[in-house]
């Protein structure tokens, strides 16, 4: 019977060990994406968590480090869904707009209805990014504006295109455009041989519109919520959407529509060449008054400002403590299984001697 006991005890101290030898173990090997997409919305100005009113912005600082990391494994599109300026926009936001996108690495741009209240075609003459549009009053006269854009990849071509949502007319003028746009991504499919067809839009696409016009793969909507099958994220910088692009016999697959917040990116590194760019064009901080000296005679002079690389620092410093890592957790979780597993082994060898000592008596 003690033979019994033991070889119960030794089984139940090595199962957890057994565990934390499978944990350590390499995790499976995940596809790598054949494309994968990244897309802002409606930015308005806010590209940097260290302005004013900037707390919950992921920052294109930290997005333009994000895509480079991802890179090293795949090729990947970094889009915006246009309105990068204010409602109201001031003369220097659409400029400083399009430099801090340039330093970012933006690949092509929505062009919306905050912008076309600016010299768009001046900014579209600076921006290393297409500028795309299915306004006709827009694209048709522009020298820097397209209705779409292709990119090659290695064994991938992507299209970008804007597409016109027929919502709010007549049936007839609804029917219309939407044949205009089945045979425009056809022909697109067809002379450029795709493999990849992305959809940016304005207006608020519908399920019944991709049912409508075949062969997008990809839908991004400029106003959330609009179908569950169409990507989009909220404004003002603070989430990025992440979409992972498989392709699969020449299917395009999709794995899931990723929503990401500053939260994932607590402890991110930033990209120092666009968070240079960010405090080029900061905002002057505001001079305080000196209070004069009583005997003083003269005016104090302005107390001097802080350079922007000082205010930057002072605000990593304030950033909240990063969470713990995963591995961490894993490591706690093993050894509050173990105490249990001990715990159980030792209820088990109780009962079992009490059981032997009974029999005995008897």
Known sequence: MRRIIYIVLAIAIAC??????????????????ALTVLYTNGEQGYFSDTQRGGENVIGADVIARYKKNLEE???????SMGNIVPL??????????????NAAGYDAMLVANNEQKLDIEALAETANFVMISDD????????????????????????????????????????????????FVRRLRDDFNSDIIICLSNSALSRQFLND??????AINHSPGASPLIASVKDRGTELGQIDLFVEDSEVVINSFDVLTKLQFSDAK???????????????????????????????????????????????LASPTPLPEAEENADNSQVFILVIVLVAAAVIVTTISVVVNKRKKR
């Open 16 to 33: 957890p060990f057994a565990g934390f030898t499978y944990a350590a173990a390499p995790e499976p090997d995940y596809p790598t994406p």
């Open 73 to 79: 494994t795949r090729p990947v599109l970094l889009l």
């Open 88 to 101: 109201i926009p001031k003369g220097r936001d659409g400029q400083r707009a399009i430099d801090i996108m």
């Open 136 to 183: 006709e009053n827009v694209y048709v006269n522009s020298d820097y504006i397209q209705l779409y854009m292709t990119f090659d990849f290695p064994d991938l071509r992507v299209q970008v295109i804007a597409v016109e949502f027929p919502g709010g007319g007549s049936p007839e003028i609804t029917a219309e455009i939407t044949s205009q746009n089945a045979d």
């Open 213 to 218: 016009v075949p062969g997008i793969d990809l």
């Open 270 to 316: 930033r990209d120092p060449d666009v968070l240079a760019t960010i405090e080029k064009w900061a905002d002057p901080a505001p001079t305080p008054k000196a209070s004069p000296s009583p005997k003083a005679t003269e005016s104090a002079e302005p107390a001097e400002t802080p350079p922007p690389t000082e205010i930057a620092e002072a605000t990593e």
